[in-house]
Each structure stands twice: as C-alpha cells, then as structure tokens.
C-alpha cells in the first residue's frame, strides 16, 4: 500500500490461491470516467531511465477508479523495482482543462517489495473461496481416506493452521445406498471421523471441528447409477470463519 497525498492510496494485493491485483482507492475521486494514459516516468535522482508509455487503463466511477488485471499489476511492480515511477494521467471530472497526474513513488519501493516477497512465501496455497465449502470422496463400502483426500486435506489443514479468523470446521459424512439406513449412518460415522482424524494428525485442533453424519439422507446424485453412487460417497467439509472476518470481504 502506497499513501498518495491529496487522492488516497495505491494497493497491490494479492489473496492465498488467487491473482495479484492492483488498484487505485480514492474516497473523493476526482477523475473522470474514460481511459487514462499510463506511463512509467524516470525519477529525478535517476535521469538516465528511459520513460515508457505502457497504453491505456480503464477509469471508473466509485472510490476504486482504477483497476488492473494480473499481468499489468505484475509489470507495474517491474517498473517500480527498476527505478521507474507509474503515472496514470487523466483529466478531472469537475473541469475539462484541468488534467490530474497520479503517480506512485518508487523511492523505498525495494524494501516494501522484500517485505511483500515475504508475505507470498507464508501465503497458504489456496485461499478461502476454494476452501469455504469442499468435498472428499470414499471406495464403495469403506472408510479410509484415499491419496488424493489426503492430498486435499493437507491444504485444508495447512489453511487452518495458519489462518486465525476460523471460527469452526463443519465435516458432514454421508453415503450411498447401497446398504440399510442404520449401517449407512454409521459408515458415514466412520467416514467423517477419519476426516477428522487426519486433520488431527495434521495439528488441527478437534475443538475447532464439529462432526456430523447423515448416510443416504442427502444423495447429490442419483443413486441410479455408478458414477450417481460414487458421488454420493462423501464427506464435505465447510469452514466458518468469525462474523466480523465475513463482513470484511
């Protein structure tokens, strides 16, 4: 985050599992809508860097008036590591005449981007969108967690160790029905506690976990066929964080 003064802040971010953004906040925006000329300008104290005229970005209304994709955030943090300054130009939406140059600074920009660098490497590798709502499938008739549920699992274990805004972990067993409903509940028993098992041996706490089975009760297929009954055998899994952390995205 770079503090611009009489605009408002310049933002790169980037999510756990998701793409770098960049953006501009301004809470009294005063560019108008249409495109800006983007340019990266050499500093004063560093002359002999050419200026490069990187086209046009899209400006918007609202209090993030510009927004750009993965691959320019990644060119505009190339520039600013170089030496060079990001200028978006634009004229105000008040006064024709009157255009408005805001640019970030690249003065200190090296140690921000060392610190950022060190931020990625703790970022879990998926982020919440993908691990909010999941599911693990079983073998007809067994309990035991195959290797790709363990695969997952160990992402889903090393979210919840490093996160600290998960309020609960929801397992839910379920089943096909492919035996009678008492021995179905318990093979859904058996198939959410060895989810929850692994995630123990993984370091998660059993107090964050709270268990729940349902054999055939809930089919999201057909149990008409294989590929419906296979489906069917499963476990999801659903993390909640606190309310304040969901009111935040």
């Given at each position: 985050v770079q503090d611009i003064p009489d605009f408002g802040r310049a933002v790169f971010e980037r999510e756990a599992g998701g793409e770098l953004r960049f953006f501009l906040h301004s809470p009294k925006q005063p560019l108008a809508p249409g495109q800006a000329s983007l340019r990266a300008k050499a500093p004063a104290w560093h002359p002999q860097l050419e200026e490069l005229d990187l086209g046009v970005v899209a400006v918007r209304d609202g209090v993030l008036p510009i927004q750009v994709d993965a691959a320019m955030a990644a060119r505009l943090l190339a520039e600013l590591y170089q030496g060079r300054a990001p200028a978006f130009l634009r004229r105000s939406w008040y006064a024709d005449e009157m255009p408005i140059e805001v640019g970030l600074s690249p003065a200190t920009f090296r140690l921000a981007h060392r610190e950022y660098q060190r931020c990625l490497g703790q970022l879990a590798p998926v982020g919440f969108a993908k691990l909010e709502r999941s599911r693990v499938h079983f073998a007809s008739d067994r309990a035991e967690i195959l290797p790709k549920t363990a695969a997952w699992l160990d992402i889903v274990a090393d979210y919840l160790l490093r996160a600290d805004d998960v309020e609960r972990l929801y397992i839910d067993g379920h089943t096909d029905d492919t035996h009678t409903s008492?021995?179905?509940?318990?093979?859904?028993?058996?198939?959410?506690?060895a989810v929850a098992g692994y995630l123990a041996t993984k370091g998660v706490s059993r107090n964050l976990i709270t268990i729940r089975f349902h054999g055939e009760r809930y089919p999201v297929k057909p149990n008409t066929s294989?590929?419906?009954?296979?489906?069917?055998?499963r476990v999801t899994l659903r993390v909640e964080r606190v309310p304040s952390q969901i009111a935040k995205r």
């Amino acid at each position: 985050v770079q503090d611009i003064p009489d605009f408002g802040r310049a933002v790169f971010e980037r999510e756990a599992g998701g793409e770098l953004r960049f953006f501009l906040h301004s809470p009294k925006q005063p560019l108008a809508p249409g495109q800006a000329s983007l340019r990266a300008k050499a500093p004063a104290w560093h002359p002999q860097l050419e200026e490069l005229d990187l086209g046009v970005v899209a400006v918007r209304d609202g209090v993030l008036p510009i927004q750009v994709d993965a691959a320019m955030a990644a060119r505009l943090l190339a520039e600013l590591y170089q030496g060079r300054a990001p200028a978006f130009l634009r004229r105000s939406w008040y006064a024709d005449e009157m255009p408005i140059e805001v640019g970030l600074s690249p003065a200190t920009f090296r140690l921000a981007h060392r610190e950022y660098q060190r931020c990625l490497g703790q970022l879990a590798p998926v982020g919440f969108a993908k691990l909010e709502r999941s599911r693990v499938h079983f073998a007809s008739d067994r309990a035991e967690i195959l290797p790709k549920t363990a695969a997952w699992l160990d992402i889903v274990a090393d979210y919840l160790l490093r996160a600290d805004d998960v309020e609960r972990l929801y397992i839910d067993g379920h089943t096909d029905d492919t035996h009678t409903s008492t021995y179905n509940v318990e093979l859904s028993r058996k198939r959410a506690e060895a989810v929850a098992g692994y995630l123990a041996t993984k370091g998660v706490s059993r107090n964050l976990i709270t268990i729940r089975f349902h054999g055939e009760r809930y089919p999201v297929k057909p149990n008409t066929s294989l590929a419906g009954k296979a489906y069917n055998r499963r476990v999801t899994l659903r993390v909640e964080r606190v309310p304040s952390q969901i009111a935040k995205r």
